[in-house]
Nanobody, 126 residues
Framework: QVQLVESGGGLVQAGGSLRLSCAAS????????MGWFRQAPGKEREFVTA????????YYADSVKGRFTISRDNAKNTGYLQMSSLEREDTAVYYC???????????????????WGQGTQVTVSS
């Protein structure tokens, strides 16, 4: 069973940067894709970005395009989320998740992901 562990969250000022990591153990991302979701207080969890593990193709929510970058390190079985130009609206708990599906249309859908990390808090102050 795959276990995902996020790290790298914290408090950062608006305009700053932060990098999150998602390490997989008990299995590999293999032909899976990895996604990042976030949940702000009082809001539903939303899709942020995803990367297809096999070819590195990436997908982003409009709200983070140009500011966030998802990447992966196959050798370390770890994915990353580089967040720049952070805004207060980016404050949320960030979750990484893995999905066995390869269709890009599936990546924004929570239900298509079968393994989830515990989440890491990102707080952006003004």
């Amino acid at each position: 069973q795959v276990q995902l562990v996020e790290s790298g969250g914290g408090l950062v000022q608006a305009g700053g940067s932060l990098r999150l990591s998602c390490a997989a153990s008990g299995g590999t991302f293999g032909g899976y894709a990895m996604g990042w979701f976030r949940q702000a207080p009082g809001k539903e969890r939303e899709f942020v970005t995803a990367i297809r593990w096999s070819d590195g193709r990436t997908y982003y929510a409009d709200s983070v395009k140009g500011r966030f970058t998802i990447s992966r390190d196959n050798a370390k079985n770890t994915g990353y989320l580089q967040m720049s130009s952070l805004e207060r609206e980016d404050t949320a708990v960030y979750y990484c998740a893995s999905t066995p599906y390869s269709r890009a249309s599936d990546y924004p859908k929570e239900r298509e992901y079968d393994y989830w990390g515990q989440g890491t808090q990102v707080t952006v102050s003004s």
